[in-house]
């Protein structure tokens, strides 16, 4: 297993442009977990994935934002007419989703670096 | 409003000796404590943990405290070790359905000189 992967690394946009960063979880991880870093702070929580089922959404997403897991495997994180706030890395996680048992650790990508000019 | 404080925001030691890293929480719900170790450019890894039904949680050179009482938990590395630098997070989640998204505090960067 090779662990929680993320593509692109590093994306530069121009603000008003549209983007899209994928993460590929450990496989057999039903939880998925999208993260907001910015410099000084901690991750923040966007959106969450149990398999393909999306069950709750951050207020920090915003309508420009949007997640899918369609086969609940991959994830897709979308921000549509990027804003110069929404520079930041953006962390994909996933874990095993134990039933009924709160030891569910996640497990992190190496992150996506999005810098809005 | 943080719910996860880590009130150092740097700390320095010397190779060889403990490394102490305290986290300090507000929310009496939360049932599950994680440590994270995150360098630059990179996403965070994960370090250990401790359920909020023990007090103390051991693996390797890391040992991670809780005092529930006091809403406190450490982690300790000991020997630190140069390669141990980096920013540690202390995150914590709560049961709130089947989400257990993270709170995270702010870091503490630890430097290990040798």
């Known amino acids: 297993d090779t662990g929680v992967s993320q593509d692109p690394r590093h994306k530069i946009t121009k603000r008003g442009q549209n983007v899209t960063f994928r993460c590929d979880p450990i496989?057999?991880?039903?939880?998925l977990y999208w993260y907001r870093q910015t410099l000084g702070q901690g991750p923040e929580f966007l959106t969450y994935?149990?398999?393909?089922?999306?069950?709750?959404k951050s207020r920090l997403l915003s309508d420009r934002f949007s997640a899918e897991r369609p086969k609940g495997s991959f994830s897709t994180l979308e921000i549509q007419r990027t804003e110069q706030g929404d520079s930041a890395m953006y962390l994909c996680?996933?874990?095993?989703?134990?039933?009924?048992?709160?030891?569910?650790?996640?497990?992190f990508g190496p992150g996506t670096r999005l810098t809005v000019l | 409003d943080q719910q996860v404080k880590q009130n150092s925001p740097s700390l320095s030691v010397q190779e060889g000796r403990i490394s102490i890293l305290n986290c300090d929480y507000t929310n009496s719900m939360f049932d599950y404590f994680l440590w994270y170790k995150k360098y630059p450019a990179e996403g965070p890894t994960f370090l250990i943990s401790i359920s909020s039904i023990k007090d103390k949680n051991e693996d390797g050179r890391f040992t991670v405290f809780l005092n529930k009482s006091a809403k406190h938990l450490s982690l300790h590395i000991v020997p630190s070790q140069p390669g141990d630098s980096a920013v540690y997070f202390c995150?914590?989640?709560?049961?709130?359905?089947?989400?257990?998204?993270?709170?995270w505090g702010l870091g503490t960067s630890l430097a290990v000189n040798p």
């Open positions: 994935f149990q398999n393909e089922a999306q069950l709750e």
């Open positions: 496989s057999e991880h039903n939880r």
């Open positions: 996680a996933s874990s095993q989703g134990l039933a009924g048992g709160p030891t569910d650790t996640q497990y």
């Open positions: 995150a914590a989640s709560e049961r709130a359905g089947n989400n257990r998204k993270l709170i």
